[in-house]
C-alpha cells in the first residue's frame, strides 16, 4: 500500500530480508575483528553480505525504502560479531 508504513513493515519477505542482513553479518564481523584494520580480508568480510542482501530484495519485490533498515541491521550485526570476538580474547 502506498503511503502506508505498517503493513510495508510487516511484509513477511522484508522481515526475511532484515532478518538475513543482521544475522548474516554477525558471523561476519566475529572474523572481521581477527584480521588487519583495511585488509583486503576486512574490506571482504564487511561487504560479503551486500550483494546476497540486495540479491534477496530485488527478487522480493522490496522497495528501495529498505535499504536504511538493512543497512543499519548489517552495522549492527557486524558490531555485536565483532563484540563477541572480542569477550572471547579476555
Not at 25 to 41: A, D, H, K, M, Q
Not at 46 to 56: E, Q, T, V
Request: glycine share 12%.
Amino acid at each position: 500500500m502506498k503511503g502506508r508504513l505498517l503493513p510495508d513493515l510487516l511484509d513477511p519477505a522484508l522481515l526475511g530480508i532484515l532478518g538475513f542482513a543482521f544475522l548474516s553479518n554477525i558471523p561476519l564481523g566475529y572474523l572481521r575483528e581477527g584480521v588487519p584494520r583495511f585488509s583486503l580480508r576486512w574490506f571482504v568480510y564487511i561487504h560479503l553480505s551486500i550483494p546476497f542482501i540486495i540479491g534477496l530484495r530485488i527478487a522480493n519485490g522490496v522497495s528501495w525504502h529498505a535499504i536504511p533498515f538493512t543497512l543499519g541491521l548489517a552495522v549492527a550485526g557486524q558490531y555485536f560479531g565483532s563484540q563477541a570476538r572480542r569477550r572471547k580474547r579476555k
